[in-house]
């Protein structure tokens, strides 16, 4: 059973930063594979980061890349999307996602959202001009 929880996001103006946690409750956190996307409305969902078990290898969207960043803290069971210089566009549902293997396969990084199974409920984010 794994389940993941978000929290950080809020209402803030542009050019203002944000970091958003998620908290993993799996008994092998560290055979996860995690990643974040976003939905705004209206738009299909949007890959947004990913990061390897060791945390050693981070994968970002080409719509955030240079302003967010993804990390992780094995001994929390956390992962984590640091995003600085928001920009209206950035406004949506970010939410979570994990799956058990790695982050690379056959066909490059999973950026997809049928390559993971698991799903946090997402948390807001509200950029204003």
């Known amino acids: 059973q794994v389940q993941l929880v978000e929290s950080g996001g809020g209402l803030v103006q542009a050019g203002a930063s944000l970091r958003l946690s998620c908290v993993v409750s799996a008994r092998a ?14 738009k299909e969902r949007e890959f947004v980061a990913a990061v390897s078990w060791s945390g050693h290898s981070t994968y ?6 240079g302003r967010f960043t993804i990390s992780r803290d094995n001994a929390k069971n956390t992962v984590f999307l640091q995003m600085n210089n928001l920009k209206p566009e950035d406004t949506a549902v970010y939410s979570c996602a994990a ?7 056959n066909s490059g990084v999973r950026a997809r959202a049928d390559q993971y199974d698991y799903w946090g409920q997402g948390t807001q984010v509200t950029v204003s001009s």
């Open 29 to 42: 956190f560290t055979t996860l594979a995690m990643a974040w996307f976003r939905q705004a409305p209206e």
């Open 60 to 65: 970002t969207g080409d719509s955030v890349k």
């Open 99 to 105: 799956v058990s293997g790695p982050v690379i396969i």
